[in-house]
């Protein structure tokens, strides 16, 4: 398999499963909102555009990209 090929897979892996991840840890008092938040802005910084999720407005985040970090 080409590299490139490799990569366009991988692309894909993440944005099909993000959403999950981001789900799952929305509303957590751990580190697991901060951690997702950051690799949203890792990924983006590299080229890779994680969807919106209107869920996490319906559940209260102020933004449907990054979640709420409670202190």
Known sequence: ???EKENEILRAVIQDTFWM???HA???HTHAPATINMCLDTLE???IEIEGDE???Q????DMRKLDISS
């Open 1 to 3: 398999m080409t590299p």
């Open 21 to 23: 991840a981001r789900r």
């Open 55 to 57: 869920t996490l407005i």
């Open 45 to 47: 910084s590299i080229g």
């Open 59 to 62: 559940d209260g985040n102020s």
């Open 26 to 28: 929305n509303g957590r």
